[in-house]
């Protein structure tokens, strides 16, 4: 609408200039639940889950009721407040799941950086090699 050059003068163009930023929270959210179910994070630690996502969930469900009672019978100027509380709210989560993307990238990394013992010198023991080959690594021979 800014774009288009509107000029907000009626209500409804004034509503719509209000609400424009709730479908990108909307598509965050989205996202945020989206990463939520296929990590599987209320698995891994249920307490830390709850925890985190317990209080967004209350805030997120706080806005909503904030934009909509702003909306209904309420003053305007509540509609702000519970436009912030969603965006603290989807903030505080995404948050989390990033935090959680770096500590699970730090594991996996970690996993293919071993030292390599006197146990480990014969590289066929280590890649696996005899599985694969039928030839005998010490004459040569095919079995």
Do not use: K, N
């Not at 509540?78 to 799941?97: E, R």
């Not at 390599?116 to 090699?129: C, K, S, T, V």
Request: charged letters at 20%; proline letters at 6%.
């Amino acid at each position: 609408m800014a774009i288009a050059g509107w000029p907000m003068r009626t209500p409804s163009e004034q509503a719509l200039i209000d609400l424009a930023q709730l479908p990108m929270a909307g598509a965050v959210l989205v996202g945020i639940v989206e990463m939520t179910w296929a990590r599987r994070l209320w698995l891994r630690s249920p307490v830390v889950f709850f925890g985190v996502f317990g209080p967004a969930f209350l805030a997120l469900t706080a806005g909503i009721v904030c934009v909509a009672i702003a909306y209904g019978p309420g003053p305007r100027s509540l509609s702000g407040t519970g436009q912030l509380a969603i965006w603290l709210a989807v903030g505080f989560a995404f948050v989390y799941l990033a935090v959680d993307s770096l500590r699970r990238e730090r594991v996996v990394r970690t996993e293919f950086l071993e030292e390599i013992d006197e146990d480990d010198a014969d590289p066929h023991d280590r890649i696996g090699l005899d599985d694969w080959t039928t030839e005998d690594p010490e004459t040569g021979e095919s079995s």
